[in-house]
């Protein structure tokens, strides 16, 4: 018992030196965000910081952004992101805590009968706080490390969600703008249509299809433009600016080569943060539970120096007191840590089958959206412009009426309008597929 002390004291005496780290612990975090999301980020603490933000966003805001440049924005200025990263802070302040001793007592007592006076002084240490402590400070130094694995999932999902909300309001641009490309064909057709019915050469049927097809393409300029404003200010949300602030570009990105990905459940297992969040939680529960067997019988253990003066005599000694376990033998404590350290077993186990599932799903949702937007790239388009050609020539040798060539200017946009669709999602099931395995799938965003 004596060794054991000594080897305590000397351990806690040794990482009381330990100090908080000028960056609240975050490098390493940052290092982890960077690795998965391949932007970087940092903790805005002061002023400074403030500068060097405010820099970043006049050079990435003077032009249309990126994905990437949307992704860092977020992980830089999304304030619920910032206020997560300091959960961090109060990790490491917990750990650096758990390294120090607990402050001694000190008591001081004077009693007088007569012309006697006494004087009592006591100087009193928590054992087991000593003899605990290493074990405490790893225990905290694992919730430390849970809690940056926390922040990295914390900043994935958002960079995630930023990905999204860029793909969807790009996207709005696009289909807004083609919208409007539309509704001016069909407002020129609805006057072609108008003007023929009146000489005689259209009939009154013909003229209305025309009228009303105009019609609903300008509702569909609405709906368009209304679309285009909501997934803006989505982003914005996301990146913690105003809308108007944000200049997107006309398009979508064009569709990458295939990429194939030889084990996705495996790269989920290894990538992704909460997996290994889960797993050093069960392991410092079970830390947890090999500390409450260690005090189940000495819950209370103090060792106190005394020193009386009781007039010319000044005896001296030491007081040790011990909770006597005669009615709490520490058997609840410790049923209540292994049912814990159970619930956290079983969470590991439902957060790993959680994972695979998510990242075969997520997978096979890219597959399906790559193949479809290649054959609208590839197929659907090319042949609709085909038929488009077709249609004209056939219309210019009188073999063709215009009521089939507005027709199939009709179908053309359909299929421009599907394909759009088909782009956008696919980039966003690329961007739940980087989620679902914890890191980058290697196809370039830009």
Request: charged share 25%; aromatic share 6%.
């Amino acid at each position: 018992m004596k060794h054991q002390l000594i080897a305590a004291a000397a351990a806690v005496l040794l990482s009381g030196c330990a100090s908080l780290s000028p960056d609240g612990g975050f490098g390493a975090a940052a290092t982890d965000i960077r690795n998965r999301t391949g932007a970087e980020t940092r903790l805005l603490r002061n002023e400074e910081d403030q500068r060097a933000l405010a820099a970043v966003l006049r050079e990435r805001l003077a032009k249309p952004i990126t994905a990437n440049d949307a992704v860092e924005i977020a992980l830089l200025n999304n304030r619920a992101l910032q206020a997560r990263y300091w959960d961090l802070g109060i990790a490491e302040a917990d750990l650096v805590q758990a390294g120090r001793l607990q402050n001694p007592g000190f008591s001081f007592k004077r009693m007088k009968d007569g012309s006697d006076v006494s004087l009592e002084r006591s100087l009193t240490f928590n054992l087991v706080g000593l003899i605990t402590a290493p074990l405490a400070q790893r225990i905290e130094g694992r919730r430390f490390e849970q809690v940056r694995l926390d922040i990295s999932a914390a900043a994935l999902a958002t960079a995630t969600e930023a990905r999204e909300a860029y793909y969807e309001a790009v996207a709005g641009v696009q289909g807004a703008d083609y919208a409007g490309q539309v509704s001016a064909a069909a407002e020129a057709s609805a006057e072609l249509a108008q003007r023929m019915q009146q000489a005689g050469n259209w009939s009154k049927y013909d003229a209305a299809r025309e009228q009303a097809y105009h019609a609903d393409s300008m509702a569909d300029v609405s709906r368009a433009l209304r679309n285009a404003i909501a997934t803006r200010e989505k982003l914005a949300r996301v990146l913690g600016l105003d809308a108007a602030d944000i200049k997107l570009p006309e398009r979508l990105p064009d569709l990458p080569a295939a990429h194939q990905l030889p084990d996705v459940e495996q790269a989920a297992m290894t990538g992704r943060a909460d997996i290994a969040a889960a797993r050093l939680d069960t392991e410092a529960t079970a830390a947890s539970l090999g500390l409450t067997r260690a005090t189940r019988f000495i819950n209370v253990l103090e060792l106190g120096a005394v020193r009386e003066r009781d007039g010319a005599a000044r005896p001296r000694g030491y007081e040790i007191t011990v909770e006597v376990p005669l009615f709490d033998w520490g058997s609840a404590r410790n049923a209540r840590a292994e049912a814990v350290y159970m619930q956290a077993v079983n969470r590991l186990a439902d957060t790993a089958v959680h994972a695979r599932s998510e990242a075969r799903e997520s997978y096979h949702a890219y597959q399906s959206a790559w193949t479809l937007a290649k054959h609208y790239r590839d197929v659907v388009i090319p042949l609709r412009q085909q038929i488009s050609q077709e249609t004209l020539l056939r219309y210019n040798g009188m073999l063709l009426s215009v009521f089939e060539l507005l027709a199939d200017s009709r179908e053309q946009t359909m299929a421009v309008n599907a394909s759009i669709n088909a782009l956008k999602e696919f980039w966003i099931a690329d961007a739940r597929l980087q989620a679902a395995i914890g890191g980058h799938t290697g196809v370039k965003h830009d």
